[in-house]
């Protein structure tokens, strides 16, 4: 693995799940080092299911890195400081079909080690493998309220096993 990340077990996360995802948001990626494409997500979560340490996230099927996901067998999660917001900003409101989201953002890919995309400026990654995937059924939401997020436009729920999970070491 690259010498800027440090290989960390999974429980040595102290940050809360909640804050990482919904509130900083984190870059989804999938692919390979000559054909991936990123997304920002918020929406999503960290736990264990299966006796396995996992990770859920959630893609529309209109959205490009879908097909990605849907043809990979591994996929990363890459959280930023708070210096790179502008990344996830800017992967967040462009998709990759129309612009070259590593060139307008300075993001610099690297192989992980399942040949996963994660990206230099993280500061902490996760490499997954997918374990389950269902679709959203709107005739399943208990809360009406719900429906309000889509327009038809249901997510597909991808589990994922972390195999590793990275921290960015300090700089001396």
């Given amino acids: ?34 054909s991936y494409n990123t997304m920002t997500a918020a929406w999503g979560g960290i736990g264990f ?18 097909s990605f996901f849907e043809n990979a067998d591994f996929f990363s999660l890459c959280f ?33 080690e399942y040949k996963t995309i994660i990206f230099e400026q993280s500061r902490l990654v996760m490499e997954c493998k997918k374990i389950y995937f269902d679709d959203i059924k709107p005739e399943h939401f208990l809360d009406a309220s719900i429906d309000k997020h889509y327009n038809n436009d249901y997510h597909r ?16």
């Fill in 49 to 66: 299911l299966w006796n396995k340490p996992v990770v859920y996230c959630f893609i529309r099927p209109t959205r490009y890195t879908y």
């Fill in 157 to 172: 729920m991808y589990i994922g096993e972390i195999l590793n999970c990275f921290r960015k070491k300090d700089k001396k």
């Fill in 1 to 34: 693995m690259n010498k800027m990340f440090e290989k960390i077990d999974v429980k040595e996360i102290k940050e809360s799940p909640i804050k990482m995802i919904g509130y900083d948001s984190f870059l989804l990626t999938a692919g390979t080092i000559k």
């Fill in 80 to 112: 930023f400081s708070e210096e790179h917001k502008n990344i996830l900003n800017y992967c967040g409101t462009k998709s990759g079909r129309d612009v070259d989201k590593e060139k307008n953002t300075g993001l610099i890919p690297l192989e992980g």
